[in-house]
């Protein structure tokens, strides 16, 4: 099962699958996907058509296009 922190904004067409978790006040914008295992950080915001491959660790203030 997938973990969302607060205020967490997943737009049109996000994917997010198993175990993925996502922190407080993140943006995932249109058509990208956060796969398996993986770790979004606080504040972060992850662009149009991203791809988070499994098991991959994103740290907090970023922006990943």
Do not use: E, F, R
């Amino acid at each position: 099962m997938a973990q969302l922190g607060k205020n967490v904004l997943l737009m049109a067409g996000v994917v997010v699958t198993a175990n993925a978790v996502i922190g407080h006040h993140v943006c995932v914008l249109p058509n990208s996907v956060i796969h398996h295992d993986s770790s979004i950080g606080d504040y972060t915001l992850i662009g149009t058509n991203v791809l988070i491959a499994g098991n991959v660790t994103v740290g907090a203030n970023c922006y990943i296009a």
